[in-house]
């Protein structure tokens, strides 16, 4: 772990950013999980495009409208750009910052804390590290397991526990220092990387079988755009591919109830590496081929 400095009692304890491009379910879930972590006020939502309707989903929280290019170019780039100086900003007047993108939240598991800003206390140590990485999984939905629908104001882990592990998506998120953000938020310039025992990131692209086939549909428009722009960071083709990834994972059945995965983690660990003239670290591993499950304890978590 690097070294740093313990908590600053002259800052708040933690705050949350994102920023959003309509993503209206996505962004409903984001505020109301930190919302309840950290309070309203404290969370940060850079609304690309000034979409009203985030503002409306957002109240108490602090807004930012931003004006979006319709060319789309060097979108993802400039985007992680805007998100690492905006989190280093805040991280003058918050010992934690956690940034990232609208359809990820953090959560720790309850038999660890009850909340993350009470877990993250366990770090008030010379020896913090400067970023942690939850780990990283992706819930998918198979609706003959879990035909459940998901309901406005009920935990989405109380109907939707079956999981993916994915590497790239245990991201150094949860910012100590100032740092730099790569493309999609999955490398910062912090060396060495720390995996985080209890936290876990939760990715929901693949959360629910309608909202997951509307949204996937809904990106047409934008990769053409980007394709036009001749983006380089390759995300259009990317998601070209979602549908087709969610199609095959939905059909899966969980091996076992697991929360640790831990040959996985030791995977991830062992087999990192250096990148881009040894500035970045990025975790080994790759995803699961299997889907695993949550435990029941998690259900209510978020």
């Given amino acids: ?129 400067r970023s942690i990485c939850p780990f990283g999984i992706e819930l998918v939905h198979n609706p003959a397991l879990e035909p459940e629908p998901i309901v406005a104001g009920e935990p989405i882990l109380s109907r939707r526990r079956n999981f993916r592990a994915n590497a790239n998506y245990s991201k150094p998120c949860i910012l100590r220092r100032e740092s730099h953000f790569t493309a999609g938020g999955h490398a910062n310039l912090h060396k060495p990387r720390f995996l985080d025992p209890h936290l876990y990131l939760i990715h929901l692209r693949f959360f629910d079988e309608r909202l997951t086939t509307e949204r996937l549909a809904g990106r047409r428009s934008l990769r053409e755009a980007m394709d036009a722009a001749r983006d380089q960071e390759g995300e259009g083709v990317a998601w070209s591919k979602d549908l087709e990834t969610f199609r095959k994972l939905s059909q899966l059945t969980p091996v076992r109830e697991d929360a640790e995965l831990a040959d996985f983690r030791r995977r991830m660990i062992d087999e990192q590496q250096a990148l881009h003239q040894d500035t970045v670290i990025f975790w080994g591993g790759g995803r699961t081929r299997e889907l695993y499950r949550l435990p029941e304890r998690f259900a209510q978590v978020f």
């Fill in 1 to 129: 772990m690097a070294g740093g400095a313990t908590l600053d009692p002259t800052k708040a304890p933690c705050a949350a950013l994102t920023m959003a491009y309509q993503d209206h379910e996505f962004l409903r879930r984001w505020v109301d999980h930190y919302g309840r972590q950290f309070g309203r006020r404290h969370l940060y939502v850079l609304s690309h495009g000034g979409d009203p309707e985030h503002r409306r989903i957002a109240q108490g929280c602090n807004l930012v409208a931003l004006p979006r290019d319709p060319t789309m170019f060097r979108m993802d780039r400039r985007r992680w750009s805007l998100i690492s100086q905006f989190a280093n900003g805040l991280l003058r007047y918050f010992n934690w910052v956690i940034a990232g993108d609208v359809d990820e939240v953090v959560i720790v598991d309850p038999d660890a804390a009850p909340d993350i800003e009470t877990y993250l206390r366990r770090y008030d140590r010379p020896d913090a590290p």
